[in-house]
């Protein structure tokens, strides 16, 4: 049984009860209400300005929350651009190696379970920190990747912008069973399928956030169809074609990019070319973050950097967001 639960949520199993990060994070003891039993860790930069972006950031599993910030670096990120960073943390009670249930029919819909838990952790920080309502970003890798899909699918009004790295697409699986063969790449649903369950998860009709992909090309725990499937999703949402509007090499990597008539960048993707899987990192020399371990992985670019960039997170609101024409939204509690 536990080779199985491992298997099946694509374990990040980078662990230092040395390192230093794990005392930057602080606890959000209030929320709202809790259907997911989550826990709630939160990284507040000293002197953060008003009007700051939030990013809420999901470990994977065998992780907790400041493992994968110690792994991923972003509370750097945070003291470099005036960031605030929301941590939803999973309970081994909830999941014997706590990644997030993305699967469960409860944990995957708008208004119930783990997804609303979120939602009220987010409107607290929104609520406590003057964070700009159109600023609020997620990430997650694997299983928090998976649910970082689940959270664009249920609250597409909430986000900006999203990255999913070594995830899985909205709507791919709602058994045990089928989450297992979902990561093989195994006995997916349609582009079809997916592209009406993404749609149909909430009453939204957009603008819909923008979208990060990273996954390594020899990733053999979740499989790389799944990224492909998750580009499917969202070119369909946007209405973009295909073929991508360009490619280009960033360090070293293949980058795709899908961008709008007006030349906005909608969606893109890394493979990262040999990677299995993992976040990409890069933690030494120049733009350097974080700390290379088990499913934290130094490949010379660091993921963290790069999303942060492609959000916009160096800019301020009226040089990026403001022209976008994105409606601001309020957080609902359902």
Request: with cysteine.
């Amino acid at each position: 049984m536990w080779h199985f639960m491992w298997s099946l949520m694509g374990l990040s199993l980078y662990i230092d009860e040395n390192t230093s990060n794990k005392e930057r994070l602080e606890h959000l003891h209030e929320f709202g209400s809790n259907p997911g039993a989550l826990n709630a860790r939160m990284y507040i930069p000293a002197e953060l300005p008003a009007g700051a972006p939030l990013v809420v950031v999901l470990h994977g599993c065998r992780q907790t929350a400041a493992d994968y910030d110690e792994g991923a670096g972003w509370s750097a990120i945070a003291d470099l651009y005036g960031v605030a960073l929301l941590f939803p943390e999973q309970r081994f009670v909830n999941n014997w190696v706590r990644g997030f249930n993305w699967f469960r029919p409860h944990d995957s819909h708008r208004g119930a379970g783990e997804p609303l838990s979120i939602l009220h952790m987010v409107e607290q920080v929104v609520s406590d920190h003057g964070i700009d309502r159109r600023r609020i970003f997620i990430t997650g890798l694997s299983a928090g990747g998976a649910m970082t899909s689940v959270m664009l699918a249920t609250y597409p009004e909430i986000f900006a912008g999203g990255a999913i790295i070594a995830g899985l697409p909205y709507g791919s699986a709602s058994t045990t069973r089928a989450a297992l063969r979902r990561m093989k790449g195994h006995g997916s649903p349609t582009a079809f399928q997916l592209e009406a369950r993404l749609r149909n998860a909430s009453a939204y009709k957009g603008p819909w956030p923008t979208l990060s992909v990273w996954h390594g090309s020899a990733d053999h725990t979740v499989d790389v169809s799944n990224a492909k499937a998750i580009l499917a999703q969202w070119r369909a949402l946007h209405n973009l074609e295909k073929r991508p509007t360009r490619m280009s090499m960033v360090d070293g990597y293949p980058r795709r990019v899908w961008s709008d008539v007006q030349g906005y960048e909608l969606i893109e993707e890394y493979s990262i070319t040999g990677m299995g899987h993992g976040t990409p990192l890069k933690t030494h020399g120049k733009d350097s973050y974080g700390s290379s371990g088990t499913y934290m992985l130094d490949v010379n670019i660091s993921s963290t950097r790069h999303i942060a960039d492609f959000w916009g997170l160096s800019a301020t609101p009226d040089s990026r967001w403001a022209g976008r024409g994105r409606k601001q939204c309020h957080p609902q509690s359902a």
